[in-house]
């Protein structure tokens, strides 16, 4: 799991490239972003966009000194679920 720092005051997009995990012919059907710790309002997940098989979210705020885990789950119509997590430090960059 990656660990990226960010500045509070900064408001970036993060992406999850799924093609190296999808099968040959397979789509992905839906999509969600998460955050934890569960309703850490300090920091806010913005619009959600698709670009191919590239999904990425962007991300305000954030308490600083703080630690926080993203994770994109998506579905597939070959009725795969599949998960990726990165750490977000938010810090002075």
């Known amino acids: 799991m990656g660990v990226y720092l960010k500045d509070p005051s900064a ?3 993060y992406s999850v ?5 999808l099968l040959a012919g ?3 059907v ?3 972003w998460s955050v934890t710790p569960n309703g850490a309002e300090d920091l806010q997940l ?3 966009y698709i670009n191919g098989s590239v999904y990425s979210v962007f ?3 954030g308490y600083p000194g703080a630690q926080y885990r ?3 789950r998506v579905s ?3 009725g795969r679920t599949m998960e990726r997590s990165f750490c977000l430090r938010i810090g002075e960059t």
């Not at 490239?17 to 995990?21: E, F, P, R, S």
């Open 59 to 61: 991300v305000a705020g």
């Open 70 to 72: 993203l994770s994109c």
């Open 26 to 28: 397979e789509t992905i």
């Open 30 to 32: 839906s999509a969600q």
């Open 11 to 13: 408001t970036l997009d």
């Open 46 to 48: 913005g619009q959600e």
């Open 76 to 78: 597939t119509d070959q």
């Open 17 to 21: 490239d799924w093609a190296d995990t």
